[in-house]
């Protein structure tokens, strides 16, 4: 049965648990998180411990086998209490996929259903520092030694980097798109380290840190798929899982900014009554539930369409292109409507900016995807992820 927004009843019962999760479990270690800025380990383990990072791995292997858009809900409901914590599920999210679409049938059986129990937290590492999201310039490399890969270099930006188990790294062993090879790394495996975390401007709780790597001997049966396969490790990431998951942080931001304030304004009085009943109030409240619903259906849209196994490339990038920049806009409106009091931490509509702004950037900016869009609109693509993925046939566009 549907029940609206392509939700079905196992979808909305799946929400209420996370929800009642979130409330009950997750919000009172927000002011903990927000002063030390750290990463909320424990905190992660027990969202992990939920079995909702293993939402998209089939059933066969210890999984929910819920499919895209109840990974949506699952981070958008984490996202509406913490940030944070809804990009901790996200960033996990990416590492599951690199195993699902290019794991050995062994690489699958070992860890899919570590990752499903919640013993196992993966990530995903692809950036540079002076590469950043050009892909084709990174430096860390790889080279074979026997059965082994011998890695060095670095990445930067790797979400859930103090908290993973499993690594998943593309880095350099030859030339060209065709130069770039993926595996799996072992957090506790000799020559990798973690940089010390460092403080940033907001989603307090979660790391998205540098990984180092010096002289760290790999098997070859970490290696992901064959070699050259790590550009489309990367992009198929990206586009189809970062995308879609970043989508849903900012959704649920979103939903965060819009109860919040309707909460402050109807709690608000001045001359007499709530803020709430001034008509400017009421204008950019409607803006913000506007806005909201729109973000909403392109984000579930999407998600559904993934699902469905169908070619959905340009709706995944509005999706993040339509939830990003509307949830910035409404976060600063909220803040126009908190005026003053909305500077400080005593509203948590500052957090909810700051949160905001990290989803701006990962797996393509605005930019990127304007630019994007404008390339499918003039027909210049060459060919579309998502119909690849569903067609099983993968592989590094030449």
Known sequence: MTTGYFTTEQHDALRARVRAFAESEVRPHIPEMESTKTVHTGLSRRIAAQGWLGVTVPTEYGGMGMGHLAKTIIIEELARVSGAMGAMVQASQLG?????????????????????????????????????????????????????????????????SHVGDLHGVVVRTGLGPKG???????????GFAVA????????HGFSFGELLFENCRIPAANRLGDEGDGLAVAYSSSIL?????????????????????VKYATERELYGKPIAELDNIKQKIGQITSRLMTARITAYHAAHLLDQGVPCDIELMNAKLVNVESSLDSAREAMEIHAGIGLTTERPVERFLRDAYHIYAPAGTSDVQRLRLAEAAMGRTKGQWSERIAAGTVTARG
């Open 96 to 160: 599951v996929a690199k195993i699902l679409h290019f794991g050995s049938d062994e690489q699958k059986k070992t860890w899919l259903p570590k990752v499903a129990d919640g013993s196992c937290l993966p990530t995903i590492a692809v950036t540079e520092t002076a590469s950043g999201g050009h892909v084709l310039g990174m430096r860390a490399r790889a080279v074979r030694d026997g059965d082994d890969y011998i890695l060095n270099g670095h990445k930067v930006f790797v979400g859930n």
């Open 180 to 190: 770039l090879t993926a595996f799996l790394v072992e957090s506790d495996r000799p």
């Open 196 to 203: 010390p975390q460092q403080s940033t401007m907001g989603l």
């Open 241 to 261: 899982y970062g995308r879609a998951n970043l989508t849903a942080v900012a959704l649920g931001i979103h939903q965060a900014i819009l109860d919040e304030t």
